[in-house]
Structure formats: C-alpha cells, structure tokens
C-alpha cells in the first residue's frame, strides 16, 4: 500500500505543477500578438498538456489501485469529497484542453485577468483535498 501512495503521491505533484503552469501559459498567450510567440506558446502548451496528462493519468489509476487494495476506505465520508474534488479537477483539465485549443485557433476572446483568475482554481482545488486526506475530518 505504500508502494502505491508514493507513486500516487509523486504522480499528484506532476499533474498538479501542469495544473499551476498551464493557465499561467495562458495568461501569457492570451497578450501575445506576434506570430513567433503564438507558435511558441502552442507548442509549450501542447507538450505541457502531454505531460500533466500523463501526470493525471497515473496519478487516478494508483488512486484506484488504493482503493482496490483497501476497499473498506469507501466508506468513509472524507473520501467521497475527495473523489468529487478529484473529479472536478479532471472537469478543469478538460477544460484547460478547451481553452488551450480556442488559443491556438485564435478563436479565445478571454482577457489575461479572466486567465490569471483561472489559474487559481487548482490551488483551492489543491488545499481541500490535502486538508481531506490528511486530516480525515469526516
């Protein structure tokens, strides 16, 4: 079980630094007009979002293998908002992987504010979930 929270533990982190950089990205992106920097900005962000995926990727399958291991964790209410939180942070990295194809297109009309905004969900994402798993306060 050990074994599996360290990698959980690892895979957690590199999702969570694309979570933090990829909106900052953004930001840059969306004040961005030469073409060079655009481009440059579409590649960051491309292979950024490889990364975090993978990141996420193995980050939910060693959560998972957790809980086939000790089953009896479903029981507890703490867990249940933890994989709500868990599941709404897979519902902003989709939705990193919409504004980031809406900024290579040109087609995003947001302003850096509205990015510099979004980019602070993931940490209140973040402290909830670490406050849930460690605490254990249900």
Known sequence: MLWLKAFHIIFVVTWFAG???LPRLFVYHAVTTDAV???????MERRLFSI???GASLAVIFGLSMIVVAPAYLHFGWLHLKLTLVAALIGYHVWCRVLMAALQ??????????????NELP???LIAIVILAVV???
């Open 105 to 118: 297109s040109g087609r995003d009309t947001r302003s850096q504010r509205w990015y510099r905004f979004f």
């Open 123 to 125: 940490a209140l994402l």
């Open 52 to 54: 975090m995926t993978l």
């Open 37 to 43: 920097s655009l481009e440059r900005f579409a590649v």
């Open 19 to 21: 979570l933090f950089y």
């Open 136 to 138: 254990k306060p249900f």
